[in-house]
C-alpha cells in the first residue's frame, strides 16, 4: 500500500512526512518501487509450503531494518519532521514490528509442529 503511495505521488507523501524539508522525490519514489518489489517477493514467498526459514529471517530482517531506518530518521529529525508524518512513521514503524516478530513467532511455531509429527 506505501509503495503505491511512494509511486503514484512521491512529492505528496514527502511534504507528508517532512512539511518544509522533505525528503527528495526521487528517495521517495525509488522507495516506493523496492516497497513493491518486496510486497511482490512477499506474496510470491508465502506460496511455497512450507516456507524457507532463511526466507522468513530475511523477511523479519528487513522489518527490522525498516524500523531501525524509520525511527533514527523521526530521532535525527531528518525528513520526518511534520507532526503528522511522525505519528505515521511510528504507528507503521510498531506495526511492522509486529510484522518482524509475528513471521519469526509462526517459524517457531512450525517447527514445533513438525517436531511433534516426526514423534
Keep these: 500500500m506505501f509503495?503505491?503511495?511512494f509511486v503514484i505521488s512521491p512529492e505528496l507523501a514527502?511534504?507528508?512526512?517532512?512539511?518544509?524539508?522533505?525528503?527528495?522525490?526521487?528517495v521517495v519514489l525509488g522507495l516506493g518501487i523496492?516497497?513493491?518489489?518486496?510486497?511482490?517477493?512477499?506474496?510470491?514467498?508465502?506460496?511455497?509450503?512450507?516456507?524457507s526459514n532463511n526466507l522468513i529471517y530475511y523477511f523479519s530482517a528487513g522489518d527490522v531494518l525498516w524500523v531501525i531506518a524509520s525511527m533514527s530518521l523521526?530521532?535525527?529529525k531528518v525528513w520526518i519532521t511534520t507532526k503528522e508524518g511522525i505519528i505515521a512513521t511510528v504507528l507503521v514503524a510498531g506495526l511492522v514490528a509486529a510484522f518482524a516478530i509475528l513471521q519469526l513467532f509462526h517459524r517457531r511455531s512450525a517447527r514445533m509442529m513438525k517436531e511433534r509429527q516426526t514423534l
Aim: glycine share 10%.
Design 3 to 5: 509503495g503505491l503511495v
Design 14 to 26: 514527502a511534504t507528508f512526512l517532512g512539511g518544509t524539508a522533505p525528503p527528495p522525490s526521487w
Design 34 to 51: 523496492l516497497l513493491i518489489f518486496n510486497g511482490l517477493h512477499l506474496l510470491w514467498a508465502s506460496t511455497l509450503r512450507p516456507p
Design 74 to 76: 523521526v530521532f535525527a
